[in-house]
């Protein structure tokens, strides 16, 4: 193995979430000649969540959401390391990662999202299917439709859709019309919040445009029901009730990785790295976390979602060459609101900014032009 030059500082970049997508596109633009860039990922692709939705509903193909994150590291002249990071053993600066060498660093950065809470409900990991890793979502969704197209002609298919946030929402939607579309008649989505009403945080028009929406799809909304189990084919609620069904999906928003608790960084009450504007972690200058997978402490209400990752890109690309050059580095501030666009799967969406919502096909267009061009950015084209 080459050795390293060790003039030069070592940088690894660990998962290739949002964030880091546009760290190596920026450095594969423009080169930081004085490090070595390493990236641990563990698989060559990563899938963009904004258009997951358009995937179950069936607009995209599987291949329109991946962006291809090993051919933009070694564009950006990295060596890639294929597995998962399991810990950062921080007083001898390496990277414990799953059947390889650890890998030593200067300077990392941790962009490895969150995965699913309430996976601990007894029957939820053997029989629900989890919207994160969104990767294996993708995957379990078309066994979904093949399952449904089976069953349907002989008895009709129930989903279950547990969690009334603005991921249960779309999924229940784009779930409802991909079905139809694939000839399932006898079709019954049923989406269970266990809140007062759906979509809290959003404003409430929000919420009732899509109550209304539902009224005219095969889509049911059950608010103030919380799941205590998931067996083969019931799901059973807090207030004795149950329901039967034939495929559920779990998407009850996010919780944290092991990898910063085991690591004994410093971590929020949920297990998400601390950060400072900076996006540095809490007493680790050469240590950044971004993404779903850290809280700034400055804002620790900030919802765990894709558009903060985004924005966050710029002023990582920023800090870290900084880092590296000596200079001053930049303070990330959230955005205060944001443009929220749910898919319905029939071509149209229903949106919020600023307190008003809005819906049709001119918001799904929208949404549309929005994540193609994101998308656009990574495109590798030699
Ligand atoms: C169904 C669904 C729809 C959503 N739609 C939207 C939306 O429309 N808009 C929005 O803003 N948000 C949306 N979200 C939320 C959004 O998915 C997350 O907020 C966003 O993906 C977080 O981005 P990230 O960069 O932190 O991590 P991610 O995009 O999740 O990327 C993390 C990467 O790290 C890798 N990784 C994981 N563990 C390790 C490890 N141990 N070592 C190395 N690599 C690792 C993963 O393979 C992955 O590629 C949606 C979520 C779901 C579930």
Redo the contacts with the bound molecule.
Sequence with gaps: MKQPDRGRKRLAL????????QVLRSFGTRPVDDAELTV????P?????????GF?ADRYAAEELAID?EALARRARARVVM????AIDTNRHRIM??GREAVPYDLAS?????T?AGLGTPGAREHAIP?????G?VEEIDRLVDRARDSARQRGFRVVVVGGG??GV??AFCVEHRLRREGCTSLDVLLVNDGSRLLAGYPPSLAERVEEHSRRRAVTIRNGRRVVAVEPDVVRFADGASTAQDAVIW?TG?AS?P?FRDSGLPVDDRGFALTRPTLQVEGHEELFA?????TLREHPDT????????RQGPILSHNLRALLAGHPLQAYIPQRD?L????LGDGTAVGTKWGLSFEGRWVMEL?DRI?RRFMARFRITS
């Design positions: 660990v998962g290739g979430g949002h964030t880091h997508v641990v990922i563990p698989s692709l990563a899938i963009y969540s904004g258009m997951v939705s179950v994150v597995t998962s990071a399991l990662v799953e941790v962009n490895i999202g969150s699913v919207s994160r890793p969104i990767s979502l603005a991921g779309e999924l998407v996010a990785h990898l971004v993404g779903d997978c850290a919802p765990k979602a894709g558009v903060y990752a985004v944001f929220t666009l749910l898919n949404k994540d």
